[in-house]
């Protein structure tokens, strides 16, 4: 009998730990659960690269560039909600802004000069590991004539978040 109740309790935990890796490896999205607070320091344990995007500021971060990446250290999940707050630079504001995740090719826009979010559903294969932005119209404020910083700016990132 001793036997027998604990084969069950072995089965019990052996059933528990394959689910749990199954949900890991289809991109569980509780792990992103915390986002990117772009005004802090480093980024979260999920986030294993960025490119692209310039150090932290009061209110948050500017992509530098015409492509910010965002690599992460496990695949995104097949399906969810892509929120993005931030504020274009004036030269992208009202401009397309191609997001690309896995094979999805998104895009949206930044009309306001204020923080906005953005609300963007994705569907995916379940094995994309980043979010790139592409920024055609970055533009640096040297370039403009409005200050010495050589930046090429597009957007103000306050959060990202994967639901």
């Known amino acids: 009998m001793l036997f027998n109740a604990d084969l069950n309790f072995v089965s019990r935990v052996s059933t ?9 490896a ?6 992103f659960s915390e986002g990117i607070t772009f ?8 986030v294993s690269s960025v490119k692209g995007i310039s150090g932290k ?14 690599e ?5 999940p097949k399906n969810f909600t892509l929120k993005i707050k931030a504020a274009p630079f004036a030269p992208s504001m009202g401009k397309p802004i191609k997001i690309v995740v896995g ?3 998104l895009e949206t826009k930044f009309s306001k000069p204020e923080p906005t979010e953005v609300v963007i559903p994705v569907a995916t294969d379940g094995n994309a ?8 119209d970055a533009k640096s404020p040297k370039e403009l004539g409005l200050s010495g910083d050589s930046r090429r700016l597009s957007l103000a990132l306050v ?4 639901k």
């Open 159 to 162: 959060s990202l978040k994967i």
């Open 103 to 105: 094979t999805a090719q």
């Open 16 to 24: 528990a730990l394959i689910i749990t890796s199954f949900l890991g």
């Open 129 to 136: 590991r980043s979010i790139i932005f592409e920024l055609p």
């Open 26 to 31: 289809c991109g569980d999205s509780s792990q």
């Open 72 to 76: 992460f250290t496990q695949p995104l």
């Open 39 to 46: 005004n802090r320091d480093g980024y979260p344990g999920f």
């Open 57 to 70: 500021e009061g209110f948050g971060r500017w992509t530098d560039g015409t492509q910010a990446v965002i």
